[in-house]
């Protein structure tokens, strides 16, 4: 089945320091990347929608400037976070998937950041 | 904009047993997919079965199935034989017929005692 990969699984940074996120899809061409935050507990929130080549397209109250998509391939996204604060802190995941038809999304296994 | 409900925060159920988790959806759409997804300790997302709107038929995946009623807006999960490693949150999700974007409910979290 179709993989997607994250790395790194966790990562501590410190306040003020930016923090890229990698994302993957291993054996399939995703033509679009999807960017999630989960607190505990909590469903998933949408942060962001990435197309190859393209700009990516942020949900209502998402910082662009801070949580920056960059979508070079057609297999791979990165999101960075800009100057982390510890309200940063979360769970992120990311999925692939491509455009059009009954497709689903493959979710990538998630990155835990803690900002301190 | 379309929503997702998912009235049950937690459910339990015994091994062998079967259970049933709720969904109901609120969209204007005649076309559109459900989704159930199980997020167990690992938080790793996994498809557990899919249902096109336009298909009458009830979706199955060996001891999954679902009861979709769509006159109701209703889109529940039964799980038969469960196992304890049933044992997850799951949820419950709707996307549009021209979206990839996903729209997910508030989870539930199932527990399966031996």
């Known amino acids: 089945g179709a993989v997607v990969s994250q790395h790194p699984s966790w990562v501590i940074c410190k306040s003020g320091t930016s923090v890229k996120i990698e994302c993957r899809s291993l054996d399939f061409q995703a033509t679009t990347m999807f960017w999630y935050r989960q607190f505990p507990k909590q469903s998933l929130m949408l942060m962001a929608t990435?197309?190859?080549?393209?700009?990516?397209?942020?949900e209502q109250g998402v910082e662009k400037d801070k949580f920056l998509i960059n979508h070079a391939s057609l297999t791979l996204s990165t999101l960075t976070v800009t100057s982390a604060h510890p309200e940063d802190s979360s769970f992120y995941i990311c999925?692939?998937?491509?455009?059009?038809?009954?497709?689903?999304?493959?979710f990538g296994p998630g990155t835990r950041l803690t900002v301190t | 904009a379309q929503t997702v409900t998912q009235s049950q925060p937690e459910m339990s159920v015994q091994e062998a047993e079967t259970v049933t988790l709720s969904c109901t959806y609120d969209?204007?759409?005649?076309?559109?997919?459900l989704f159930w997804y199980k997020q167990p300790p690992s938080r790793q997302m996994i498809l557990v079965i899919r249902q096109e709107a336009y298909k009458q038929q009830n979706a199955t995946e060996n001891r999954f199935s679902v009861n979709f009623q769509k006159a109701a807006k209703s889109f529940s999960l039964k799980i038969s034989d469960s196992q304890l490693g049933d044992a997850a949150m799951y949820f419950c999700?709707?996307?549009?017929?021209?979206?990839?974007?996903?729209?997910f409910g508030t989870g539930t979290r199932l527990q399966v005692f031996p």
């Open positions: 999925s692939a998937s491509v455009s059009g038809g009954p497709y689903e999304q493959y």
């Open positions: 990435s197309n190859e080549g393209s700009k990516a397209t942020y």
């Open positions: 969209t204007s759409e005649s076309d559109y997919y």
């Open positions: 999700a709707y996307r549009g017929y021209n979206t990839d974007k996903l729209i």
